[in-house]
Structure formats: structure tokens, C-alpha cells
């Protein structure tokens, strides 16, 4: 069974830091390409950042240079450092799983950014 802890959200004042962590089992992690997307109150989900198993990284634009994902295979873990938060970073974050066909998501943790 796959399963996915996500945790690190919570409330931050505009230009403050978090780390979202993803911890994944059932799945042989190395092989999987992890990502980390969010969902706005009236908006579509989007990517945020993508992290192959190799450790290429592709950002949205948005959070260029302000958040970075990174991978520990040895803990089954993919994290994103989010720094420089806006108000309009706040969402729910979502991590993911993809291999070939195969692709995983987990339940969320809400990020909210006000002062």
C-alpha cells in the first residue's frame, strides 16, 4: 500500500521560511520522480517542482529562486524548502509519485502566509 506523510505546513508571516517534507512507503523511491504541487481556494492545481531520480530539478516560475526541492532516498523523503513567502504562495501543498504509468499523490498540507 502506498502511502505518503506529509508534514511541515502551517501559518507564516510574509517573507518567512518552511519546509515541506513527503515521507513515502510502498513504492521503491529511488525509481520515482517526486514532485510537490499546490491548490489555491478557487484555482486549479499546478506543479511547483519536479525532482527526478537523478536529481534534476524543474520550478514553476513563480517560486524560481525562492524554494528547493531535494530528495533523501535513504529516508524515502522529498522535501521543499519554500523561502521568501508571499501571501500569494499560500495553498494547499501536494507531494507526488510518478513512475512510467504508475503516479501517487498525497493528502496535503495547508500553507497559509498572512501577517
Known amino acids: 500500500q502506498v502511502q505518503f506523510v506529509e508534514s511541515g505546513g502551517g501559518l507564516v508571516q510574509p517573507g518567512g521560511s518552511l519546509r515541506l517534507s513527503c515521507a513515502a512507503s510502498?513504492?521503491?523511491?529511488?525509481?520515482?520522480?517526486m514532485g510537490w504541487h499546490r491548490q489555491a481556494p478557487g484555482k486549479q492545481r499546478e506543479l511547483v517542482a519536479i525532482i527526478n531520480s537523478v536529481g534534476g530539478t524543474h520550478y514553476a516560475d513563480s517560486v524560481k529562486g525562492r524554494f528547493t526541492i531535494s530528495r533523501d532516498n535513504d529516508k524515502n523523503t522529498v522535501y521543499l524548502q519554500m523561502d521568501s513567502l508571499t501571501p500569494e504562495d499560500t495553498a494547499v501543498y501536494y507531494c507526488?509519485?510518478?513512475?512510467?504509468?504508475?503516479?501517487?499523490w498525497g493528502q496535503g498540507t495547508q500553507v497559509t502566509v498572512s501577517s
Open positions: 510502498g513504492i521503491t523511491f529511488n525509481m520515482y520522480s
Open positions: 507526488s509519485a510518478r513512475f512510467s504509468s504508475s503516479e501517487y
